[in-house]
């Protein structure tokens, strides 16, 4: 039987080469523990890179992928950018597209054949506030980096902080090739807020924001520190080292999720891959994506039809290692649980340690719309 | 020379200085139509520099330039060129990766407002190769019209400086020691060409060939520690013993 | 005496073009040449092979006995040659003073000895290379080929641009170089009688290839053949180097 | 090595050729069409850098200004409702041919390096800008939603990509010719003797400065053309479009290819876009290595690019 | 306020520690090395294996940093900078991000592409209280070291023939050969002497920056933008405008920071429009 093509786009070169990597890890460990088929096909996967965000390369791929290679599922996509472009040729194709990463809000709605799989900044923003609030915490800063997710989660902060009565005391966008924090936190410290928020994409932001927080000695100032999981992404953690120890941040998956499935999940993943590589929440998501095509195929009993999939993808429900997930069978967009955790030291390694968390998160930016 | 004809160039109190050298001071010097005069002077007596503020390069730091009644001193060295002062350089300063022909033809189309035109092909312009093919041909330059000029010898490039200031039909024609460098035979007869030139057309060369400043020049400028120490006929200025003791050493005895 | 330097049917120019074909001369310890020739004979890539600077195609340059010509150019300086190029070529960024002891090797020659030659340089000692006059700028190659302290001087030119005061000293100069200390030179020149005054031998090529050789008080007197060879009407030149 | 020899006369029948090969890469390689528009319009872009590098010697790394203008102009031409393809080319054309005049006042005066700076500078100041204006251009994540109408009213742009190729292949040709027209020109002749000396060209009375500026503005022009096709063809305006790394990415395509050499953009991009798409098939995450190794075997082999060595190969005799 | 300027300060001095060694490649010898950044990040990543691996102590990796990067350096103007010195500069453009794209995907290779790992030594950690203000004392220390880089170059390059030898062959290589000059050795030492530089930059900046493969691109427009604002060829230009960059920087992100991203620019191109040869341009050249 032919094999079941499925096209990959993804960052596999340049400074966001390990979005890529994370990707090929958890679709590699997926395949390898169903013997390298879904649905009783095998399974052939097509990589493209786009080296980063490259809306014009990504849509070239897409296509390319489905009038030469015939690709029947379009997945990978780590930038929203990217993931928009291809987009449109799912439309124009009706190749159902899978998005592992990207993460702005109207990824789904642009394209009927898009479903995605990994979170909307707003989606794991909103509980931090909420968390925030919930804390006693009632005035905030807001700092993000300058570009489209930042500036997503700034708006869904503010809006989920005032709505539960706190007060965004001031708010500063940092351009995205920073080398120098200090001018930011310094203000910062004049400004003594009772609490900081902040949201820059994985990477080396975040810790160059860290050690300049932990320079200033912002901690025995008494201004408390929150950002999303990106800050304390799991690929980086330990690179970033003890500067991020205490830090508190909400995201869908830790690499220290404390269930069965994730410990089975990463017991595989680093006897495959070794411990150098930690499993983070690209390689959850790529995992995850198989998964569901896999189920979805099965609901289909292997109509490869764009139409079926997409209908047996509205819904879908299923166990991930980083707990319940759910395709909303109206927007395309994952339902999941968002954890709060913090930055611990545990058997010596630098984890995100989970502690609270909020059931059944929707994208906020779409409720009510 | 007839007293009542506006002079071609004149410059009053002409002078620049280099932060606290004075290159060039007050200088009053004044070209008739029709003139061949001769700018001659120690090195480092400021003759280029004259030159370069006659064209524009430089800015005077005091003094004025007119050239007929037309005060000339704030204008740019191309506008200077565009109402027709053509100089050449001391130092060859010409288009290495072009070919003679087409240097020539881009001189003429710059003088006839030709060079903006970006709609017509160049080889529809048969009038002006023609005038360039003319040109190279006067100045024995034909043979090599094609030859990069990065690739053409010294004395082949001296004689292109030439020709590209004469491809912008001057009215005044400044020459910085356009002989160095040609060999004697030739540099007579670059300087008979020279001469040849329209009686309209004004000519101050830098020289310091006396045998060519002698032959050639009708009148003499010495400059010397950038202001004019004297001028006159040739005769007087091979007689001049202040000339002869700061610059001519014996060399103007044979003219003398 | 002994042969300082010989070229052995030298075969030399640029790229593929062959500028100097089949080039034999020699010259004895202390003695200095005129190269003459028009306007593009080859006069300028004689002394540039001689440098190093141009494609040898074959033959050979002996220099005091020892082949030179797969030498690299500075190698040939240590040796002992010393090159005036004949665009002047001054270093622009550097100062005249700075032109002038970058290159400047042990020997007789040194920058106070070079001011005294050309006082005006001392004068501009401060000013870059672009910020001087022509003359300044070719009075500066000449000083900076003497702080080498070569024993032979390769002059491209060197007169161009000079005023004449400063030609007749400069002549007398080199001579008496020659004469007291044994500075031997080769002179490219478009003035052959000034050449020639400077030197005891005297070549002439025409298109790359010898057409003459001998005494250069032999060729000055013999004025039809000076006439023949480079088409010089030379009366009045005469009279100024004579005088 | 010794060079082929062709007569001069002959050299508008290679170019034809080079056409027409290019039109039939249509029928040779019909799944790589996009690819193939996208190598046309980056071609168009590199020889819109060599007018203002190659030959008005405006070092610049910061062209991207104007391609990303021009492909924000048709963008949102487009998305707001004029969704007709050629009307965004010229409103590209107009907006970018402004903007390089403007420009242009900043970047004719000062030395090599200034003008990379001030380049560079008002690059990444317009991407800046870009990603401020969130709200119109769609920031970092894109400007969405842009359908275009089809060609002539006739020729929607489809999947395969088709229409895309000959929308570009034409468009790209004819503005090609215009450029060639113009470097052939008078105007072509004095940019190419204010590249040789600047000196020279004041003393034979050119006005530099204005010279560079309509150079410059021609230029810019021709990018913003550039940037519309890509808009129109893929109908998606990522901020990469505007940004340094394009104006870096292009620079490196023209010099592939060879400056100043009106067919070194085009060489420089099927070359480089090929070479990239081949090694990233083969090896999507060192393909950045082989492409290295590529580009410092071209410099080592052949100085002056692609085209640089072509013409040591192959040398021309005849008639002007 | 005087902790801003404090910060901006030492900001410029990182920016002038890893920017120097280019002004000395592109400055001094008119090399358009777009690789600078590899050879910083070569001495970057020399610096962090050895404190990791070898447990070197960070004076010594520095140490260590420069002579890694020097030797690279040295290794690749063997085999192919030096065939370029006399091409076109844009060849040297092609050559060198061609270098560029090799080292990045080399260390991506051999060290992946996430960040490395990296911890202050502890007398560099933390702050000291001076003059009543809490300076941190690692900007402290790039403060010092970039004044005693600036000061060790100044001398060797102002005060001895070396330098003027280095401007020499760079002016006109043919004459400089003609003249005596060895110009393939002093060529072949200076380069390896600015990647060393960069080298040492590039672990200097192991406290503030993160390292990555993609560092060798991603600080590119600072390294020009020093070099080119401060004037190429000089070392006070580059560290004036380095200093200019900092403070601008950090004041303005402090005071304006909405104005974020486009200060440097802004001020960059005014800059460069009223001294478009920089701050202190390079004497001689007209
Ligand atoms: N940019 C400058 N800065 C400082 N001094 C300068 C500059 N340009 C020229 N000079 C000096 O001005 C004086 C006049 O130079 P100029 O070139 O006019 O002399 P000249 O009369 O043409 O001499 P020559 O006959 O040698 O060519 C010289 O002493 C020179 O050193
Ligand atoms: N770089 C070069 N490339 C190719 N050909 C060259 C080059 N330089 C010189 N030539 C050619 O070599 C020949 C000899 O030139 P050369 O400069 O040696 O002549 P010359 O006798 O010194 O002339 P001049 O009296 O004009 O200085 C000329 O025909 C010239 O065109
Ligand atoms: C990988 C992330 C930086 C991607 C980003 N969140 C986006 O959606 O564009
Ligand atoms: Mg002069
Ligand atoms: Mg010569």
């Known amino acids: 039987e032919e094999a079941l093509r499925i096209g990959l786009i993804a960052t596999y070169s340049g400074p966001y080469a390990d979005y890529g990597r994370q990707f090929d890890a958890g679709v590699a460990l997926y395949l390898k523990e169903h013997g390298g088929k879904i649905a009783g096909r095998k399974v052939e996967i097509v990589k493209k890179d786009t080296a980063g965000p490259a809306p014009d390369a990504a849509k070239r791929f897409a296509q390319e992928l489905v009038v030469r290679d015939k690709v029947k599922v379009l997945t990978g996509l780590d930038f929203s950018p990217n993931a928009y472009a291809v987009g449109a040729i799912a439309t124009q194709a009706k190749v159902p597209t899978i998005v592992m990463n990207a993460a702005s809000s109207a990824i789904t709605s642009s394209s009927p054949y898009v479903a995605r799989l990994s979170f909307t900044v707003q989606q794991v923003t909103d509980p931090m506030a909420r968390w925030m609030l919930k804390q006693g915490v009632k005035e905030a800063y807001t700092v993000v980096a300058d570009y489209a997710s930042g500036q997503d989660a700034e708006t869904a902060f503010k809006k989920a902080f005032t709505a539960g009565g706190g007060k965004v005391v001031g708010e500063v966008r940092t351009p995205m090739s920073n080398p120098d924090f200090s001018a930011y936190v310094q203000r910062i410290k004049d400004g003594k807020p009772q609490a900081v928020f902040f949201f820059f994409p994985s990477g080396v932001m975040p810790p160059a924001f860290l050690k300049v927080w932990k320079e200033r000695g912002m901690d025995e100032a008494g201004i408390k520190l929150f950002a999303t999981g990106e800050a304390t992404d799991d690929s980086f953690l330990e690179a970033t080292g003890d500067v991020a120890l205490g830090l508190v941040t909400s995201h869908h998956y830790s690499y220290a999720h404390p269930s069965a499935k994730n410990r089975k999940f990463v017991k595989d993943f680093e006897a495959q891959f070794g411990t150098a590589m930690r499993p983070n929440y690209f390689a959850v998501t790529a995992y995850d994506a198989m998964a569901a095509i896999d189920l979805a195929l099965a609901k289909t009993q292997g109509d490869v039809s764009g139409d079926k999939i997409m209908e047996a993808l509205k819904g879908l429900a299923f166990e991930s290692p980083r707990g319940p997930v759910e395709i909303d069978s109206a927007t395309r967009d994952i339902v999941q649980t968002v954890y709060i955790r913090k930055t611990e030291r545990a058997g010596g390694k630098l984890v995100n340690a989970e502690f609270d968390k909020f059931d059944r998160v929707k994208d906020p930016a779409k409720e009510g719309s | 020379m007839t007293g009542s004809r506006t002079p071609s160039l004149r410059t009053r109190g002409l002078g620049v200085r280099f932060g606290a050298f004075a290159a060039v001071t007050d200088v009053d010097l004044t070209l008739e139509p029709g003139a061949r005069q001769a700018l001659i002077g120690p090195n480092g007596a400021g003759k280029t520099t004259l030159i370069n503020l006659l064209t524009g390069v430089l800015r005077p730091t005091s003094g004025s330039i007119h050239l007929g009644d037309r005060d000339i001193t704030p204008l740019s060295c191309d506008r200077r060129a565009r109402i027709g002062l053509a100089r050449t350089f001391q130092i060859n300063t010409l288009f290495p990766s072009l070919t003679p022909l087409s240097s020539i033809v881009l001189a003429i189309c710059e003088r006839d407002g030709l060079a903006s035109t970006w709609w017509c092909p160049l080889r529809r312009m048969t009038p002006v190769y023609d005038e360039a093919h003319a040109l190279l041909g006067r100045l024995k330059l034909d043979a090599l019209a094609d030859t990069p000029v990065s690739a053409l010898a010294y004395g082949k490039q001296r004689l292109l400086e030439i020709a590209l200031a004469m491809a912008a039909k001057p009215r005044i024609l400044l020459l910085d020691e356009p002989a160095a460098g040609v060999p004697e035979d030739e540099s007579g007869e670059l300087f008979e060409v020279i001469s040849e030139l329209p009686q309209d057309i004004s000519i101050l060369f830098i020289e310091h060939d006396m045998n060519l400043v002698f032959r050639f020049s009708r009148r003499i400028s010495v400059l010397v520690s950038g202001s004019v120490l004297t001028e006159g006929t040739p005769r007087d200025i091979a007689a001049n013993p202040r000339v002869r003791e700061v610059y001519l050493g014996t060399a103007g005895a044979a003219h003398g | 005496m002994a042969e300082m330097l010989a070229f052995d049917a030298l075969s030399a120019g640029y790229g593929n073009a062959v500028v100097l074909d089949r080039l034999s001369f020699s010259l004895n310890e202390g003695q200095s040449l005129a190269v003459l020739g028009r306007n593009g004979v080859g006069k300028t890539t004689l002394l540039e092979t001689l440098m190093g600077h141009t494609r040898v195609m074959s033959g050979e340059i002996r220099w005091r006995g020892q082949p030179i010509t797969r030498l690299a150019p500075h190698q040939r300086v240590r040796a002992g040659l010393g090159w005036v190029p004949q665009e002047r070529e001054v270093f622009p960024s550097l100062t005249v003073e700075e032109n002038l002891l970058v290159v400047a090797r042990r020997g007789p020659w040194n920058l106070r000895r070079v001011y005294a030659l050309f006082p005006r340089l001392q004068e501009r000692r401060g000013n870059y290379g672009n910020q001087l006059s022509g003359g300044e700028q070719q009075m500066l190659a000449i000083g900076r080929a003497l702080m080498t302290n070569p024993r032979l001087l390769l002059l491209d030119e060197p007169m161009e641009g000079l005023a004449p005061i400063i030609v007749e000293e400069l002549a007398r100069a080199i001579r008496a170089l020659g004469e007291r200390e044994g500075l031997a030179c080769i002179v490219v020149e478009q003035h052959p009688v000034l050449a020639l005054s400077m030197t005891n031998r005297a070549i002439v090529l025409e298109r790359g290839t010898l057409v003459h050789s001998g005494d250069s008080a032999g060729l000055a007197e013999d004025t039809a053949l000076l006439h023949r060879l480079l088409g010089v009407g030379i009366e009045e030149d005469l009279e100024v180097a004579a005088a | ?320 | 306020m005087a902790i801003v300027l404090f910060d901006g300060v030492a900001y410029g001095m990182l920016l002038f520690l890893i920017g120097v060694g280019l002004s000395i490649t592109m400055g001094l010898m008119n090399f358009v090395n777009l690789a600078h950044g590899a050879f910083a990040m070569a001495g970057g990543y020399a610096a962090s294996l050895a404190m990791q691996h070898w447990g070197l102590g960070f004076f010594p990796a520095l140490a260590l940093a420069f002579i890694a990067a020097a030797v690279i350096g040295a290794g690749l103007e063997f085999l192919f900078f030096r065939r370029l010195y006399r091409s076109h500069p844009l060849d040297q453009v092609l050559l060198s991000i061609g270098v560029v794209f090799v080292s990045i995907s080399v260390t991506t290779y051999l060290f992946g592409p996430s960040m490395q790992a990296f911890s202050l030594p502890p007398s560099l950690d933390g702050r000291v209280k001076l003059l009543g203000l809490e300076l941190g004392r690692y900007r402290l220390f790039l403060i010092a070291s970039g004044l005693v880089v600036l000061a060790a170059l100044l001398l060797a390059l102002n005060k001895t023939r070396y330098g003027a030898m280095v401007r020499a062959a760079v002016d006109n290589q043919r004459v400089a050969a003609g003249t005596g000059i060895h110009v393939q050795r002093l060529f072949f030492l200076t380069f390896s002497f600015g990647c060393g530089l960069a080298g040492l930059g590039g672990a200097l900046s192991l406290g503030l920056l993160g390292l990555e493969p993609s560092f060798a691109l991603k600080y590119l427009i600072y390294f020009l933008i020093v070099v080119c604002v401060g004037g190429a060829g000089t070392i006070s230009g580059p560290f004036l405008a380095a200093l200019l960059v900092g403070i601008v920087d950090v004041a303005g992100k402090y005071y304006l920071p909405g104005a974020g991203a486009f200060l440097v620019y802004v001020v960059m191109v005014l800059t460069l429009l009223v001294r478009p040869h920089g701050l202190i341009p390079r004497k001689g050249l007209a």
């Open chain 4, 1 to 320: 090595m010794k060079a082929l020899t062709i007569p001069r006369d002959w050299l508008p029948w290679v170019e034809a050729l080079f056409w027409l090969a290019l039109a039939c890469s249509f029928f040779l390689m019909p799944d790589k069409l996009t690819l193939l528009s996208q190598i046309l319009i980056f071609g168009l872009f590199a020889v819109s850098l060599d007018m203002a590098l190659g030959y008005a010697g405006i070092l610049t790394v910061g062209h991207a200004a104007f391609f990303g203008m021009g492909a924000y102009a048709a963008g949102l031409l487009a998305r707001h409702g004029w969704a007709e393809p050629f009307s965004g080319l010229l409103l590209a054309l107009i907006v970018c041919a402004l903007l390089g005049y403007l420009l242009s006042y900043l970047v004719v005066r000062g030395a090599d390096l200034t003008r990379l700076m001030i380049t560079i500078g008002v690059c990444v100041l317009l991407a800046e800008l870009a990603n401020r204006l969130g709200g119109i251009t769609g920031g970092t994540d894109g400007l969405q939603g842009i359908e275009m109408r089809p060609v002539f009213g006739r020729f929607a742009f489809d999947l395969w990509g088709r229409t895309a190729f000959f929308y570009s292949f034409g468009v790209v040709l004819a503005m090609f010719l215009v450029v060639r027209r113009v470097l052939h020109s008078p105007f072509g002749l004095a940019l190419r003797g204010i590249h040789d000396s600047r000196k020279r060209m004041l003393a034979i009375g050119s006005p530099v400065e204005a010279r560079l500026r309509l150079a410059y503005c021609f230029s810019a022009a021709v990018a913003g053309v550039a940037g519309a096709l890509l808009a129109q063809t893929t109908q998606f305006v990522g901020i990469e479009s505007i940004g340094f790394n394009r104006s870096a990415e292009i620079l490196i395509i023209l010099v592939l290819g060879g400056t100043g050499r009106l067919y070194g953009g085009m060489a420089g991009a099927i070359v480089y876009m090929l070479v990239h798409d081949v090694f990233a098939d083969i090896d999507p995450q060192f393909w950045m290595f082989w492409l290295g190794i590529f580009l410092i075997a071209a410099v080592m082999l052949g100085r002056g690019g692609i085209m640089g060595m072509l013409s040591r190969l192959v040398a021309t005799r005849g008639a002007k």
